[in-house]
């Protein structure tokens, strides 16, 4: 079974700080997706990182896919309250090519 | 409306009864997906299907059945509800290949008391 942790669990920041969210695993992932999940909804994916290596920014938000593609961050700069919500990971990888989900990280940003 | 529509919303109901839970979805994508979300636990995979005749178990489908009535339609039963199957429950769609990313419904919170 291949596990993805994400550190930390919780976060809460102010308004304009830097953060970052890292999703670890001992395995290696064909590719791996980072989702946004705000209370009653479902996830919405963010991006998707295929290379190992690989660096994508969306507007603020920069995503990194480790050289083994075995982990990967996400950094969000001058965070706002909009960033509120459940950041999760999902791993790809293995014969039956379907997602594994990290246990989330919640942000919490404040004015 | 909604790419991947659940139903319904919320639901209590009582140990031992038999519940189904809907999910359609218009994107004409191939795979569904079933998974439950519990706090700290993240996003388990209940059941998935990549195709009409496809249906396979995921790593928690122990009381649980589904069926996969048309692409664009695929269910998920529990057969006798118990207290530990309290949970969130999303219904995902996917095209081919995991480097798409799956497309969410918003959810059945699902209540047994």
């Known amino acids: 079974t291949q596990l993805l942790e994400q550190s930390p669990q919780f976060l809460s920041i102010q308004e304009g700080e830097n953060l970052t969210v890292y999703c670890n695993s001992s395995?290696?992932?064909?590719?791996l997706q980072w989702y946004r999940q705000e209370p009653g909804e479902g996830p919405v994916l963010l991006v998707t990182v295929v290379t190992g290596g690989e660096v994508k920014k969306l507007k603020r938000l920069t995503f990194q896919f480790g050289d083994a593609r075995k982990d990967s961050s996400l950094h969000i700069t001058a965070a706002q309250p909009g960033d509120t919500g459940l950041y999760l990971c999902a791993g790809a990888g293995g014969t039956a090519s379907k997602l594994t989900f990290g246990t989330g990280t919640r942000l919490q940003v404040t004015l | 409306d909604a790419d991947v529509t659940q139903t319904p919303r919320n639901r209590i109901t009582k140990t031992g009864k038999r519940i189904m839970l809907e999910c359609s979805q218009t994107k004409g994508h191939d795979r569904m997906y079933w998974y439950r979300q519990d706090p700290g636990l993240g996003l388990r995979l209940i059941y998935y299907?990549?195709?009409?005749?496809?249906?396979n178990k995921g790593e928690i489908s122990d009381g649980y059945s589904v069926s996969r009535q048309a692409q664009a339609k695929f269910s998920l039963s529990l057969e006798s509800a118990i207290p530990n199957q309290t949970a969130l429950y999303f219904c995902?769609?996917?095209?081919?290949?995991?480097?798409?990313?799956?497309?969410f419904g918003s959810g059945t919170r699902l209540t047994i008391v």
């Open positions: 395995s290696v992932f064909s590719s």
């Open positions: 299907s990549f195709d009409v005749k496809d249906i």
């Open positions: 995902a769609t996917s095209d081919s290949g995991t480097d798409y990313g799956y497309t």
